[in-house]
């Protein structure tokens, strides 16, 4: 804490006024590169579908790759055993929305074809699935975006 209020040129006690502990200013910037990668309310404007939205997703973590370098694969490494619990909770609150978002999409979209999704494939579970995909894809650094985007595209219309 100290190292990051000189860096910013403010008192420690300002820092502590924001945020009483290093692991809640952690977590807060991580929320924020978070929503620095995926432009959070901004991909709704721009998308008309769920492939399109996946598509920016994948777009603002490739354009963010060289400012935030190995964010993806080290950012929990930040957290100490005890702070991780935090942390992976503010984790889970960003990636609620981006699932929300993704539902919103599903919800929303009429030229997805009628009947794919039943009681046992309900549209959250499908959302569920497509997000592990995508996190899966970002942490392994995976080159299969295009056969993800077409995979999603295949089964929805």
């Known amino acids: 804490m100290r190292t990051v209020a000189s860096e910013c040129g403010i008192a420690l006690g300002s820092l502590y006024n924001y945020f009483s502990s290093k692991s809640e200013l952690l977590s807060a910037t991580i929320e924020a590169v978070w929503k620095d990668i995926f432009q959070m309310g901004k991909t709704l404007e721009k998308c ?18 060289s400012r935030y ?12 055993a005890g702070e991780r619990q935090e942390g992976k909770k503010a984790m889970e609150v960003y990636f609620l929305r981006l699932k929300n978002q993704m539902a919103h999409f599903l919800e929303n979209d009429e030229k997805i074809r ?44």
């Not at 769920?50 to 777009?59: D, G, R």
């Not at 009628?114 to 995508?134: K, R, V």
């Open 48 to 65: 008309e579908n769920i492939v399109e939205y996946l598509n920016l997703l994948f777009e603002g973590v490739e354009n963010s790759r």
């Open 114 to 157: 009628q009947g794919i999704f039943t009681e046992n494939l309900t549209a959250e579970i499908f959302t569920d699935y497509i997000f592990t995909l995508f996190l899966s894809i970002l942490l392994e650094k995976q080159n299969e975006k295009e056969s993800f985007l077409e995979f999603v595209k295949n089964y929805l219309y």
């Open 69 to 80: 370098p190995k964010f993806f694969s080290m950012h929990a490494l930040g957290f100490t």
